[in-house]
């Protein structure tokens, strides 16, 4: 009696372990639901520290507001990431390629902000123009690296996730 119960437990593991990931247009819901407010903090916070930067009275207050600025935005990133990574691997062809890309995009914007947060964190705030000079190239160097690693959903090689990310609601905000 036994051996029929583990047959068929055996059974649903094998078919759990073959079960295809989220169709089109769950998966691009879930990457936009991920993607939405991540976007939405990032302009706050980069809406906040350009509010706050001129109005510091110090290189050290400037300094302390960046720093909180890039590390939300690093922590920001890496949640959006993680959420990305739990919509799993879109049931369609190349999705484990696209879900990578995705996962990967959004590892290199976090490792950006936080390579901006080390840096700006680490400077002299003794001059004022070496320290604001600084800032300028490491802010520059952010750019770059987020234009790099930018998620740009227009160019994917799926036409059923293309017109995903067109359609649902969670991705027309």
């Known amino acids: 009696m036994q051996r029929p119960l583990v047959l068929l437990a055996l059974l649903a593991l094998a078919l759990a372990g073959c079960s295809e990931g989220p169709p089109p ?19 706050t916070l980069t809406s906040r ?13 400037a300094k302390d507001t960046l720093v909180r600025m890039l590390e939300g935005a690093r922590d920001s990133s890496e949640r959006a990431r993680g959420k990305v990574e739990a919509a799993g691997i879109p049931e369609v062809e190349g999705g ?4 990578a890309r995705m996962t990967d995009s959004l590892r290199k ?6 390579k901006a947060r080390d840096t700006i964190k ?8 070496v320290f604001y000079d600084a800032v300028a190239t490491a802010m520059a160097t952010l750019q770059a690296e987020y234009k790099a690693s930018a998620l740009d959903t227009s160019k994917l090689r799926s036409p059923e996730l293309q017109q995903a990310f067109e359609e649902v609601p969670e991705c027309l905000s």
């Open 25 to 43: 247009r769950a998966w691009a819901a879930n990457v936009c639901s991920a993607l939405t407010p991540w976007r939405a903090e990032i302009a």
């Open 49 to 61: 520290a350009q509010e706050q930067t001129p109005n510091s009275a110090t290189p050290e207050q």
């Open 96 to 99: 484990k390629e696209i879900a």
């Open 109 to 114: 914007m976090r490792d950006a902000y936080g």
């Open 122 to 129: 680490e400077l002299p705030t003794a001059d004022a123009t």
